[in-house]
């Protein structure tokens, strides 16, 4: 063949690409999509697909109302390195003569017939106030530390069009947000496993991983593609809370705030753990509050301990200080010096605090006054290592805190003192 028809043909991704990686037709009830979930392992072929959706749908638009697009990545780097720059991101797959201009300053492509996408990070989900699109594309949507928020942001700006879409691309875990999408009749969902885009990778990787993990939890997301619903050497089950799932708490005895502050500040640092727990009068007690927040200053996570133990009429605050008790005194002092501060400082590890909390929820002594979405995630997603889903559990080492001050004082659980 002439190289022009080769290099023609190569450019044909309906001719390549596999079935996962073709947009669906409908839905889960059948009628057209907006959200078309692909669920893939690593190496699946996500952001090919994405990138390539995301194509021709500037390429294909009506020269009279060209589409404007948002690229919603976790970090404003993942956006650039994998969605537009990446091997497999959007100047990538198009051909050298119709290629969008990347221009980074304004975080912005542009086509030459109009089509416009503008790049976003879901750490500054604030961004998307404003903006209007016809489509987005939303990768790893699964391990943004602000999803809820960032996904709630986009859908209003998701207004222009006779029918606005997204495409989210993500390895999946089992959040809740995941968990919306994939029930909701509007969403199409694919799954792919790595093993499909086999060509594709190096068999040395194929090798080394398959044989790794393959057949393991973190395989069965990772690889296969999965939502893994349970974890099988976590210290809690989806039922176990289902079952202490309660609508409200009782008049309570004590109230606790607890506080797990992040070691840094910054939009890249740990969240600040915000929990609130109470004791009724007999001896059971209820989880009430989960307010953690990402990217607060001191100042910041001070204000909103302080602001719930009001709100509560809480007892005392609960502060571990392995980072600074000095510091932590100081900045809450700041807000309000009248606030009762009880320090915390751990001597044993994450898992070793939670075993007794664990055990607690296992005979019925703790009860969740509601939904708490994300706590409950960090909870079912906790081992051994004492990360959830590969990250500190800030949350979860609140709701210790919380429970330990409540049940164990200065005994059997964390050592306590007070300031």
């Known amino acids: 063949m002439p190289r022009s028809e080769i290099a023609a043909l190569a450019r044909d991704w309906a001719c390549f690409c596999h079935p996962h990686q073709h947009p669906p037709d409908t839905g889960n009830d059948g009628r057209e999509w907006t959200s078309w979930l692909l669920l893939g392992g690593r190496g699946a072929g996500k952001t090919r697909a994405g990138a390539e959706w995301v194509r021709a749908l500037a390429l294909g638009c009506d020269a009279n109302d060209p589409p404007r697009i948002a690229l919603i990545g976790e ?67 699964a391990k943004w530390r602000r999803a809820d928020d960032a996904f709630d942001m986009l859908q209003f700006g998701l207004r222009l069009g006779r029918r606005p879409r997204q495409v ?84 309570l005895a004590r109230i606790v705030v607890a506080v797990d502050p992040p070691a840094s500040s910054g939009r890249r640092a740990d969240a600040c753990g915000l929990v609130a727990a109470g004791r009724a009068g007999d001896g059971t007690l209820y989880v009430l509050a989960d307010e953690t927040a990402s990217g607060l200053s001191p100042q910041g996570w001070a204000n909103k301990a302080v602001a719930l133990w009001r709100r509560l009429a809480a007892d005392a605050l609960v502060v571990e200080v392995n980072q600074g008790g000095e510091m932590v005194k100081a900045v809450i002092a700041e807000v309000d010096a009248g606030v009762p501060v009880t320090a915390v400082r751990a001597h044993r590890g994450k898992y070793l605090r939670a075993e007794p909390v664990a055990q607690l929820y296992e005979q019925g002594r703790v009860k969740h006054a509601g939904a708490f979405p994300a706590l409950e995630d960090e909870m079912c997603d906790f081992g051994p290592e004492g990360l959830s889903s590969g990250r500190s559990p800030d949350r979860l080492d609140a709701l210790v805190w919380a429970v330990s001050a409540l049940s164990f004082g200065a005994g059997r659980g964390p050592r306590m003192r007070s300031l």
Do not use: C
């Not at 091997?87 to 290629?99: I, K, N, Q, T």
């Open 75 to 141: 970090t404003e780097h993942d956006v650039r390195e994998v969605m537009i720059e990446g091997v497999s991101g959007l100047l990538s797959v198009h051909a050298e003569d119709e290629r969008p201009q990347w221009l980074p300053s304004r975080r912005r492509l542009e086509w030459t017939n109009g089509a416009v996408a503008q790049a976003f990070s879901a750490d500054n989900f604030e961004a998307l106030r404003g903006p209007q699109f016809h489509a987005a594309w939303l990768d790893e949507l």
């Open 168 to 251: 989210i691309t993500t390895t999946p875990r089992p959040t809740a947000l995941i968990k919306r999408l994939i029930a909701d009749p509007s969403t199409a969902v694919t799954h792919a496993g790595t093993i499909a885009n086999a060509y594709n990778l190096a068999p040395a990787f194929l090798d080394t991983v398959l044989a790794r993990y393959r057949g393991t939890r973190l395989g069965r997301q990772e690889i296969d593609g999965g939502v893994v619903e349970e974890r099988p050497d976590a210290l809690w089950s989806r039922g176990l809370i289902e079952q202490a799932r309660v609508e409200a708490a009782p008049a």
